[in-house]
């Protein structure tokens, strides 16, 4: 394998959380691959089977309307279908479907990223419930991977409280 072609900062950069899941958007994985996003598209459509609902699915129309809010509408352009996102299995997936070494160089990067991502979650317990705790009233639906961990970063921060006086106050 190439020596990291694609810094993973790069690929985890474009890791997003939507419906509870840490998926990349086809054009994204387009980009990775040096392919036309409907390019991928035609493959992954051609070859359906190998892409149950866990593995990709389509963005609901509210879901995209969300997405164009959150990013520089601009770069959206002209687009006519509804993105498809991939889950980790999703992009393990489309190795056999490119069929090509470097989309097996692509992959291994981008399912690495997926991993040092859940092992952030994952290895702090209570980090995680609290994280669970706020995502309700922080909605982070298609946040980057860059502002969820700015949210960990703050729910790591311990909040700085009053020093305690030490003694009693006379009436003096």
Same mark, same amino acid.
């Not at 699915?57 to 002209?78: H, I, P, V």
């Not at 502002?147 to 106050?169: A, H, M, R």
């Given at each position: 394998?190439?020596?990291?072609?694609?810094?993973?900062?790069?690929?985890?950069?474009?890791?997003?959380?939507?419906?509870?899941?840490?998926?990349?958007?086809?054009?994204?994985?387009?980009?990775?691959?040096?392919?036309?996003?409907?390019?991928?598209?035609?493959?992954?459509?051609?070859?359906?089977?190998?892409?149950?609902?866990?593995?990709?699915?389509?963005?609901?129309?509210?879901?995209?309307?969300?997405?164009?809010?959150?990013?520089?509408?601009?770069?959206?352009?002209?687009?006519?279908?509804?993105?498809?996102?991939?889950?980790?299995?999703?992009?393990?997936?489309?190795?056999?479907?490119?069929?090509?070494?470097?989309?097996?160089?692509? !992959?291994? #990067?981008? @399912?690495?990223?997926?991993?040092?991502?859940?092992? &952030?979650?994952?290895? $702090?317990?209570? *980090?995680?419930?609290?994280?669970?705790?706020?995502? !309700?009233? #922080?909605? @982070?639906?298609?946040?980057?991977?860059?502002?969820? &961990?700015?949210?960990? $970063?703050?729910? *790591?921060?311990?909040?700085?409280?009053?020093?305690?006086?030490?003694?009693?106050?006379?009436?003096?």
């Amino acid at each position: 394998m190439s020596k990291n072609i694609i810094p993973i900062e790069n690929i985890a950069k474009k890791i997003l959380i939507i419906r509870k899941q840490n998926v990349i958007l086809d054009r994204d994985l387009a980009k990775l691959y040096g392919v036309e996003t409907k390019t991928l598209k035609r493959n992954v459509r051609r070859h359906i089977e190998h892409f149950p609902n866990d593995f990709m699915f389509e963005l609901s129309k509210k879901e995209f309307a969300n997405l164009r809010r959150q990013f520089d509408t601009s770069s959206w352009g002209g687009t006519r279908y509804l993105p498809m996102v991939f889950t980790k299995q999703g992009v393990a997936m489309l190795s056999s479907v490119l069929n090509s070494q470097f989309a097996i160089e692509v !992959n291994i #990067l981008i @399912i690495r990223a997926f991993v040092r991502l859940r092992e &952030l979650l994952s290895s $702090n317990k209570e *980090l995680a419930l609290r994280i669970t705790q706020t995502e !309700n009233k #922080l909605n @982070i639906q298609g946040e980057t991977l860059d502002q969820v &961990l700015n949210l960990l $970063n703050e729910l *790591l921060e311990t909040p700085k409280s009053e020093p305690k006086q030490i003694g009693f106050k006379s009436s003096r």
